[in-house]
């Protein structure tokens, strides 16, 4: 393996890894918004809200710039849908990647 993959490597696993857990805490608020909606659980718990808090401090500013980009549809925000949809594309690209950098270098 050259220098190069040896500096490249450690970046683009750490990314995925990034990636991979900014999926989970994308679909936690995904499963949690439902859950509410459906009234299968309260936030009246104060460890709740402040778990709620902390997703949307973690989500919202995304969510924010794909709602600039992408309306709504039929009165429903697709912003999260479009966000997990956006980081398994690049999760993808960047496992390929660091194969291909792996195999070649």
């Known amino acids: 393996m050259g220098i190069l993959g040896i500096f490249i ?3 683009l ?3 995925s890894i990034i990636i991979d857990l900014y999926f989970k805490v ?3 608020d995904v499963i949690l918004y439902w859950m509410l909606h459906y ?3 309260s936030v009246h718990n104060p460890y709740a809200e402040k778990f709620m808090e902390i997703l949307k401090m ?3 500013p995304v969510y924010k710039q ?3 980009k992408v309306k709504p549809l039929s009165g429903h925000d697709i912003s999260p849908y479009v966000l997990l ?3 398994i594309l690049v999760g993808s690209f960047v496992t390929r990647l ?3 950098i792996d195999s070649y270098m």
């Open 13 to 15: 696993d750490m990314l």
């Open 85 to 87: 949809f956006g980081l």
């Open 9 to 11: 490597l450690p970046m």
């Open 58 to 60: 973690l989500t919202e």
């Open 98 to 100: 660091t194969k291909w």
């Open 26 to 28: 994308v679909a936690v």
């Open 39 to 41: 009234k299968l659980m």
């Open 66 to 68: 794909i709602r600039k």
